[in-house]
């Protein structure tokens, strides 16, 4: 164990300490570990896209390569510096267009993947529930359809209770249709069960980064003493 | 070329033109006719000037017929009175064209609208219409030009029609209707016609049979000493008054022309008294009654003048004429409406008063010539009419005149309509026997003026503007035809001594004599102008909502400034020239003022000022944020939280210390999940390359760490060429941790693994989903060099490791390592379907991995493994047995501690909310 593995294992345990204080609420040493990373955190982004991206894909075809690969390079640029003039309020309709590229392409490569990826593949996958042929569960038949038949209400339910078109009749409040809110108060138990799975899978992240830390914490005690 | 002005409306007109283009009159030049008493000898010459005046043409026309010429001494024939009343009377009507072919009608219908009863009655030959017809104002006053008398009221005529019409008359009419004083002079006459036969001795002969009584009174002039002067000129203006009346044939100048009669004081001993100027006196221009109007009240302001004059010493000090002239003629005025409150006593029984005091003293009327005639100054001491009275009183058409003989007359002889009526009332000199006429002339009519103006005045109060009680003779118009300060002088004295009497007697009660001679017909006038105002106060105002009277405009409420009649103001142009107290149809034709700009304000009251800014305050409250209520810490909670975490950190260290340390149970990876992603990884071939996709933050590093570890060290025991790639900065740092961390638990292949060619690092991905799809299309084209190489010029695709790879497909699984669900579904979205049959595993935290399942479950992802227990599990399989142990029993202390604290804290909670609901319900 050299020296700098010893020295970068005292920060991170000072850090960690430091991190584990906020228990006793929000104080100076938190703050300036949080200001730690970020800054830690923007410096080593920034070498990344130095080194990931203008390097080897602006400065080194402008430099080295040849006059296809600056063809391509210079647009590139130009558009990078026309953005940059948003910064900047008297140019900054400069930086529409290249804006508008960006918004544009990943809008449609968005859209293109949420209906060919989630819409159509989370669709059929619900069918497939149904599907008495193949069945999810193998050798359960019965259990593939007892699924099936959930997973559709919980979809079904879940939209339904997104849903807030209400009509008023004569002197009665606003209101939806007796039917609706039926389905609503179904998907609206989904929408809690789902919330709660959501939350306890957050806590048992949050356990288990605690016991890593611990564990770091133990092993470094370990090691210096 | 200088344009003329038309002497009747005062346009302009070019200087070519004969005819006015607006009123159509004629342009010529007419010569002046010098009305002023004292160019002419006579009265008589004065009507002669009249006579030849032509008011149609304003010019003075040479009247066929006999003489029109009037000199000293020259009487007046009555065919020659007949004949310039005729013409008169033609020229006011304006219907023949010839005065000669005039064909005078016996009996001349005048309007009844315009010609009052008393004047009608004077007319001898006037028919006697029914008494239906007496609903006019005026009633059946008629003047018959052909025998001078006016129907009704006949005034004197020695043929016996005229007898019995006085008789009818008399009877038709009571003693309310007409004035007393009217009355006794017309019984008089009727009395004293049989046995007066003389001709008229002086300039106007009265004709034969209906004019007698006129030029009686004229010729009393020679007979002054014998009779009083003031009767006989009075006598004299009357007849001739009416005379003319009736040739006019309009009641307001027939008024107003006798009115002219008293103003012609130098009448000498030839001279008619109260004639009107003749022809030739007037100046040629004069047209229409208008001029002869403003000569006719001329004249009567120099009666007045000159009846002041002559009664120095019996009433005072003498006033100026004009102010006499005009106040001496308000008795005549058709509307005079009562101006001074001091009259109370009203009514018939003080115009009987007056009637009876003029009845007694004037028993006849009118009074041939050379009868006696009563002092009429005596008669208007009597009646104690007071000037002021008297002004008040005045109608309309009288007030103008007075206007016209007022103070601010400035009228030049240009400006009057047809001529000029140049009267200079200082030379003119009235003789004293002529004085004397015209002041006891004037002393009946102003007390039977001021005795009219007082029955009036009482009955209907009025607001009109009082006619300045005091006219001083500088303010004497210089446009009457008699002009002359000393002509109205007398007049303007006896006013003034009346008045002065009827002050000094202190009485609020009007003056006997205002109440007398008032006919009835005159207070039934005002009597129903009164009801007529009462009326209309009587009238409920309308209530107007509150809503609408605050929106009104204000300035609709203010009365707008009624333009009050300026009757100090002359007309200097048009018909009504010379006149006072006109509305001014000139200016107000011509200049159009702006229409008024209503603004339209509205009207709040403190409270409803109070509410709006009320709600300006709640509506600018809507823009601010509401101050945050700062919670104050209780140290409880903080002692709680506290706990809470010492407990959980606790359970998560003491494993390591050797507390509460469990094992990993070997079923663990029995489950389905976990099952076929070990069977997925364990299909890769060995020597097949792997994309690892690492897409985690560095917060969940510590659990990533464990998950992908596992995964990694399975693909190292598997001899598999690993390839990482990360479409976050911070992802190629993260696997070289991973990667350093896995082969530091796996020594033995910390030295394959170090090498380029098995653990290929292919950098940053930037662009996030759209560098995916690049990716998955193109990968040689979306990443060129590595994380390692640096400023080197190294491909990445060209280590061994990843050769033959130059599609997403090429790949033997791509193993997607991410704590977040956009960052799975992105791969998924992008990738997954450039995949074909390669599978896609994910290595997930446990927060994304109920929401990657969907994607599990539709076969876009074969197998994920998800969670640090399902990590350790796995990294059983490649890590010696129990290395995992400390990690697993901390996770489920750590995880067993915390279902307690939240199931106790629920419970807790739980109970106090029992507790205190039923503590509320108590409280209510």
Known sequence: MTLADIIWMLVSLLLTLLVLSYLFGDNPVFRITTYIFVGVAAGYVATIVLYQVMWPRILRPLLIGSFGERIFALIPLILGVLLLARLFPDISPLGTLPMSYLVGLGAAVTIGGSILGTIFGQSKGTFALFNLSAGTVPGNLLASLVMGALVLLGTITTLVYFQFTASQKGQQPVQRAHWIEVLSRIGQVFIVITLGALFAGVYLATIAALVDRVGFIRDVVVRLF | MTDKQCPLCGELNPDDETICWKCGSSLDHRESVDLNPEEHQTPAELVDAFRKFDLETGQNEEVEGPSNSFSEGETFSPEEDEFWLKRMRELSLGDAEDSEDFDEPDHMDISDENIPPWLKAVDPTRKQEPAAEADEEWGDMRFDTSSGEVSRFSIESTDDRQEEKYAEISDELSEDELPGWLTRLTRSHVSSAEEKEEPAQEEITPTSDNQDWLHDLIGAQGEAKEKTPDEESSILEGGQAIQDVGEQGEAEEDDAFIFSLFSEPEDSAGGMEGVPPSEEEIEPGAQGFEGFSDALTSAKTEEVAFSAEEKPAADGPVQDEDESAEQMIDWLAEDQPASEPSDTETGPASEAEADEALGETYPEFPLAVGEETQDWSQVMESLDITESAIEEELPNWMSLQNEIMGEEAEISPEQLPGGEFVVDEAEQEPSPEMESAFEATMDSSFAASEALDAAAEAEAATEDEKVPPEISPDEARTDMPFKGEDLLAWMHDLREEEIKKAEGEGSAEAPPSKKEGIPDWFEEEEAASQEASEKEEVLERGDLPTWLSAIRPIEAVIPEDIKQLDEKKVEQAGPLAGLRAVIPAQEDAIHYGKPPVYSVRLQVSEKQRAHAAMLEDILDAEGQAPAEKRKRKTKS????????????????????????????????????????????????????????????????????????????????????????????????????????????????????????????????????????????????????????????????????????????????????????????????????????????????????????????????????????????????????????????????????????????????????????????SQEV
Do not use: C
């Not at chain 2, 560095?698 to 570890?709: L, T």
């Not at chain 2, 082969?743 to 170090?754: E, F, T």
């Not at chain 2, 490649?878 to 901390?890: E, F, I, K, N, Y």
């Open chain 2, 637 to 920: 909670q903080y002692i709680l939280r506290l706990f809470i975490a010492l407990v959980i950190l606790a359970a998560a260290v003491l494993p390591y210390f050797d507390i509460a340390v469990g094992s990993i149970p070997l079923n663990a990876g029995a489950s389905s999940r976990l099952q076929a992603f070990s069977t997925t990884i364990d299909s890769i071939p060995q020597g097949a390359t792997v994309l690892l996709g690492v897409d985690f933050a560095p917060g969940y590093s510590g659990e990533m760490n464990v998950v992908a570890g596992g995964v990694l060290a399975r693909l190292m025991s598997r001899g598999i060429h690993i390839a990482v790639i990360s479409t976050t900065p911070t992802g190629p740092a993260l696997a070289e941790g991973l990667m350093d961390q896995t082969l530091s638990k796996m020594p033995d292949y910390a030295a394959q693994y170090a090498q380029p060619d098995w653990y290929i690092n292919l950098g940053y991905l930037p662009g996030e989903t759209a560098s995916l799809k690049e990716f998955a299309q193109q990968p040689r084209q979306a990443v060129i060099y590595g994380m390692k190489a640096g400023l080197s010029n190294a491909l990445v695709w060209d280590t061994a490791g990843l050769n033959g790879i130059n599609k997403i497909s090429d790949f033997s699984a791509v193993i997607l390592v991410t704590e977040n669900l956009e960052n799975g579904r992105a791969w998924i979205e992008q990738v997954q379907p450039m995949m074909n049959d390669v599978p896609l595993l994910a290595a997930s935290s446990a927060q994304s991995a109920p929401l990657l399942q969907p994607y599990v479950q539709s076969g876009q992802i074969q197998a994920i493994l998800a969670g640090l227990p399902e990590g350790l599990v796995y990294g059983q399989q490649t890590q010696p047995a129990g290395s995992q142990d400390l990690a697993w029993s901390s996770y489920q202390n750590a995880l067993l501690i915390s279902i307690l604290v939240i199931l106790v804290g629920a419970l807790v909670a739980g109970v106090i909310s029992m507790f205190t609901g039923s503590k509320s």
